[in-house]
């Protein structure tokens, strides 16, 4: 594709081939020399069909531009996807950048989109958006978002304590020295896989104040979990603050000594 508007989002992309089925993973935003997006992008679509309908939409209009559609090869498409990778992004960042900005408290299933209606309004670069994850691969609900001027980067601070969904999220001043040193590796705008599933089984030695039932996390889990190293970062200030531990198989809550997962409750006797 050609003629993208500069500020065009894998989002954007997508609602122009609406109807034809295409991935996030399949869409290469191309940026300049200077690491600001060329218009241009890279599409691959599954089928030789679904090529076909998306050749239709050439010089059909994205906002107020039209955008030209031709076919390309997976050759072009590799050499473009090398020149958006995290080192390239860092290296066309100012030392003195002020914009970027650091949110924490984020929800574990936020994903690019999210992040940008959060911040609608303000100009967010392409690929300007970084998800962090622990070192066994969690997300921590942490995430840098760079913005395209400093101006941008300061009105976003406005939106420090802001709800996405349930839960309210901090956002801060940040920079490129720690935007390097905590995402180096990372892949721009793609969140980090949700933490894996409950086990099936008790833990060994349950909390003798808690009463557990098969395929629940039991008392002692929870206190391991509270006293953990990172839990000050995660699981014990979203129980403190909120009450709430968000997994991918549901969502653990602790009301007034109950212990909740799904259709389960588990009563806490309090001695």
Known sequence: CRGLPYSASVEDVKRFFSGISVEDEDIVICLGRDGRPSGDAFVKFVSGG?????????????????????????????????????????????????????????????????????????????????????????????????FERDDEGE????????????????????NKPDLVRLCAGCVPAVAPSMPPSLPPSLPPHPHPHSHPMPGSL?????????????????????????GMLRRDDGMLRRDDGMLRRDDVMLRRDDG
């Open 155 to 174: 009105k976003a601070l406005s939106l420090d304590r802001k709800h996405m969904g349930t839960r309210y999220v901090e956002v801060f001043k940040s």
């Open 50 to 146: 679904d090529m076909a309908s998306a050749l239709e939409r050439d010089r059909s209009m994205m906002g107020r531009r039209y955008v030209e559609v031709y076919a390309s090869s997976q050759a072009e498409m590799d050499m473009a996807r090398s020149q958006t990778s995290p080192e390239k992004i860092f290296e066309s960042i100012e030392p003195d950048c002020n914009a970027i900005v650091r949110m924490r408290g984020l929800p574990f299933s936020v994903r690019e989109e999210d992040i940008r209606e959060f911040f609608s309004g303000l100009l967010v670069r392409p690929h300007g958006i970084f998800f962090t994850s622990s070192r066994d691969g969690r997300p921590t609900g942490e995430a840098f978002v760079i």
């Open 218 to 242: 039991g008392g002692q889990e929870l206190r391991r979990r509270e006293a953990s190293p990172r839990s000050d970062g995660g699981y014990k200030r979203r129980l403190r603050e909120e």
